[in-house]
């Protein structure tokens, strides 16, 4: 039987568990996070833009996240299709360690589409660390399309974008 979820915007109330599902991932396998990053200045940030989403369990634990991002450095690469236009990022996508291998990335990206739908956007883009497996399996099954790659914050990514 499928867990009953719930999507929902995150508050100040959840600001500790997200960072502390944060933390859980930090060296996690295929994980390219730090222990400063992502931190508390991006769950402000993300609060601040109401571009911060939270699956959470029936028990109203938090199972997932993920943000709506305004980092320029990535909203300047050329890789972006104009005719695309206006996009938005999607980023800081995590799943609960006990929760992971059961479709919830995708689900927290299908449902991040949805809001992005909703704010008047007509396309999506993310960076995915080229030696992240997991994620760019999720990226595939979605449909996103490599449109470039990127070298930044000390990574190698491949830039994703899709239509909505």
Known sequence: ??????????????KNEIL???RSLTGTEFCAWTENYPGEADIEG?????????????????????????DENVEKLSCWSENLQPSAELSRVGVSIENQN????GKLLCYGMEELRRRGK??????????NKKALRVYEKLNFNIVGECEMYGEEWW??????
């Open 1 to 14: 039987m499928e867990k009953k979820m719930k999507f929902t915007r995150a508050s100040e109330d959840d």
């Open 20 to 22: 502390d599902l944060y």
């Open 46 to 70: 993300d609060l601040s833009r109401e571009g911060l989403f939270c699956l959470k369990d029936e028990r109203e634990m938090i199972v997932g996240v993920i943000s709506i991002d305004q």
């Open 102 to 105: 059961q479709g919830i990335a």
């Open 122 to 131: 007509r396309s999506v883009h993310l960076l995915a660390c080229k030696t």
């Open 159 to 164: 830039c994703f974008e899709k239509a909505l």
